[in-house]
């Protein structure tokens, strides 16, 4: 994720990074300006006054209304995922802080404390991992028998809060602890399962393929004709203001499809990697 000051404006406004729109579309930018250079030219040289330019420009005018509020409902929910995973994501650093603040209590053993030192962690590393690509077993801190297990598991966070579970059971065992004690350790344990299927759910289930491809076609569609409308009003104008339209439809489109799935490295995405060190970081000091 980038980390930016909101309160600046003209440095970001002159600033490219790989990420932007721009550079990532330059390439449809360039063939929109030479169609629409080829409109231009055809209907400014061999079909004057073929088009009648005010009936035809309110007609897009409407057009455009109707493309606008489809993309308003695009983004939207784009970013209601976003979102969505950063309060989950929220949720997890708190349970896993309140889980380590009650073992500190309930725990005097150095090996039980130790034991879930490394655990929580290593939930949510395997968390943000598992959300990707899958884990990679180098970052989590692993006994050789407990990176056995791991490495002929498909879902390695479950495994782990199995883990978790059993070592609360054996801390009711040794430190008998009241059953109203253990509850209060199983509330937050319960949420770990709860934030990775709602956070699996957001990445599982993207916007449904017939609403993009038609939002695609929409857009494309509306690019390639408007030129036909203010040609004859702006003539060789009209390429710049194509290409800006194309420039503004389509990054708010790719911005869209990049947010909507929030887990990734792209620079818009959470900053998972730093919120699972956080949690490490926390659960340490918390469990020394």
Same mark, same amino acid.
């Given at each position: 994720?980038?980390?930016?000051?909101?309160?600046?404006?003209?440095?970001?406004?002159?600033?490219?990074?790989?990420?932007?729109?721009?550079?990532?579309?330059?390439?449809?930018?360039?063939?929109?300006?030479?169609?629409?250079?080829?409109?231009?030219?055809?209907e400014l040289n061999y079909f004057p006054g073929i088009v009648?330019?005010?009936?035809?420009?309110?007609?897009?005018?409407? $057009?455009? %209304?109707?493309?606008?509020?489809?993309?308003?409902?695009?983004?939207?929910?784009?970013?209601?995922?976003?979102?969505?995973?950063?309060?989950?994501?929220?949720?997890?650093?708190?349970?896993?802080?309140?889980?380590?603040?009650?073992?500190?209590?309930?725990?005097?053993?150095?090996?039980?404390?130790?034991?879930?030192?490394?655990?929580?962690?290593?939930?949510?590393?395997?968390?943000?991992?598992?959300?990707?690509?899958?884990?990679?077993?180098?970052e989590l801190n692993l006994t050789k028998e407990e990176r056995? =297990?791991?490495?002929?598991?498909?879902?390695? &966070?479950?495994?782990?809060?199995?883990?978790?579970?059993?070592?609360?059971?054996?801390?009711?065992?040794?430190?008998?602890?009241?059953?109203?004690?253990?509850?209060?350790?199983d509330i937050n344990l319960k949420t770990f399962a709860d934030?990775?299927?709602?956070?699996?759910?957001?990445?599982?289930?993207?916007? &449904?393929?017939?609403?993009?491809?038609?939002?695609?076609?929409?857009? %494309?569609?509306?690019?390639?004709? $408007?030129?036909?409308? $203010?040609?004859?009003? /702006?003539?060789?104008?009209?390429?710049?203001?194509?290409? %800006? =339209? /194309?420039?503004?439809?389509?990054?708010?489109? =790719?911005?869209?499809?990049?947010?909507?799935?929030? /887990?990734?490295?792209?620079?818009?995405?959470?900053?998972?990697?730093?919120?699972?060190?956080?949690?490490?970081?926390?659960?340490?000091? =918390?469990?020394?």
């Amino acid at each position: 994720m980038i980390k930016y000051n909101p309160k600046t404006w003209f440095r970001p406004i002159f600033s490219f990074r790989k990420s932007d729109t721009f550079a990532i579309i330059w390439k449809e930018m360039v063939y929109i300006f030479l169609l629409t250079i080829g409109l231009t030219y055809a209907e400014l040289n061999y079909f004057p006054g073929i088009v009648e330019w005010n009936e035809l420009l309110s007609v897009y005018s409407l $057009i455009g %209304f109707v493309l606008s509020l489809l993309l308003v409902f695009r983004t939207n929910t784009a970013y209601d995922r976003w979102w969505e995973g950063r309060k989950k994501w929220g949720e997890l650093v708190n349970n896993t802080r309140n889980l380590a603040s009650k073992i500190a209590s309930l725990s005097n053993d150095p090996e039980t404390r130790a034991y879930f030192a490394r655990m929580i962690p290593n939930y949510a590393i395997a968390m943000k991992e598992h959300l990707r690509q899958g884990v990679d077993l180098d970052e989590l801190n692993l006994t050789k028998e407990e990176r056995e =297990i791991l490495e002929k598991s498909n879902h390695r &966070p479950n495994i782990i809060s199995t883990w978790i579970y059993q070592a609360v059971r054996n801390m009711k065992k040794h430190e008998n602890l009241s059953e109203e004690e253990i509850l209060l350790l199983d509330i937050n344990l319960k949420t770990f399962a709860d934030i990775i299927g709602a956070c699996e759910r957001i990445k599982n289930t993207p916007i &449904p393929y017939s609403y993009s491809i038609f939002l695609k076609k929409f857009i %494309f569609i509306y690019v390639t004709t $408007i030129p036909l409308a $203010i040609i004859t009003w /702006f003539g060789y104008f009209s390429c710049l203001i194509t290409v %800006f =339209i /194309f420039y503004v439809l389509v990054s708010l489109e =790719i911005l869209a499809e990049e947010i909507e799935d929030p /887990f990734g490295k792209d620079d818009n995405d959470l900053p998972t990697d730093d919120l699972a060190y956080k949690i490490k970081a926390n659960v340490e000091e =918390i469990l020394a």
